[in-house]
T-cell receptor
């Protein structure tokens, strides 16, 4: 069964350092999402791509976060500099096409701890 | 602002009993809802979805009910098993469409 791949699974960093997360969506899925999930809460959207284009980054803290999906396949989410409040699970999801009723499939996530 | 929320943060049921997890939403324009299951250390896993033009949908051991009048949906799990222990989230489409707006989750604990 095809899965969304994410790496690393865990990342520990010190505040003010740079971190990067990688996501490889299910093959053929045009839409890719990055969510942040704080412990005990539901995921919150950071950024959404349709192919290589950003279609929603209204909740992305652009002073420190950046995301790219250069060839419309895999994607990288970067934080620079990391802050203590960035500690969370970063989830990547993909769906076949940008329609309301398409199911989003999630990866296992990257657990970030900022010390 | 508009939000999706859950009535109970935790639910404990005995193995073999039926479970009901509830969710309230405030955006009357929401037209698509999904239930996800999240086990510890894993990403959310799709369970079942329902469109706003339906009031009930059944899957394998699961049923989702939607009451648009009171903006409420529920997930029913029949014959709950230990493997059903997880956090369950309801989610709905955002006003702008496409991305999902998640609630805070209900933790389901199945006891022997």
């Amino acid at each position: 069964e095809a899965e969304v791949a994410q790496s690393p699974r865990y990342k520990i960093t010190e505040k003010s350092q740079a971190v990067a997360f990688w996501c490889d969506p299910i093959s053929g899925h045009a839409t890719l999402y990055w969510y942040r999930q704080i412990l005990g809460q539901g995921p919150e959207l950071l950024v959404q791509f349709q192919d290589e284009s950003v279609v929603d980054d209204s909740q992305l803290p652009k002073d420190r976060f950046s995301a790219e999906r250069l060839k419309g396949v895999d994607s990288t989410l970067k934080i620079q500099p990391a802050e203590l409040g960035d500690s969370a699970m970063y989830l990547c999801a993909s769906s076949p096409k940008r329609e309301i009723k398409n199911i989003q499939y999630f990866g296992a996530g990257t657990r970030l701890s900022v010390l | 602002g508009e939000s999706v929320g859950l009535h109970l943060p935790t639910l404990s049921v005995q193995e073999g009993d039926n479970s009901i997890i509830n969710c309230a939403y405030s955006n009357s324009a929401s037209d698509y809802f999904i239930w996800y299951k999240q086990e510890s250390g894993k990403g959310p896993q799709f369970i079942i979805d329902i469109r706003s033009n339906m009031d009930k949908r059944q899957g394998q051991r699961v049923t989702v009910l939607l009451n648009k009048t009171v903006k409420h949906l529920s997930l029913q799990i029949a014959a709950t098993q230990p493997g059903d222990s997880a956090v369950y989230f309801c989610a709905e489409t955002k006003n702008s469409g496409y991305a999902l707006n998640f609630g805070k989750g209900t933790s389901l604990l199945v006891t022997p």
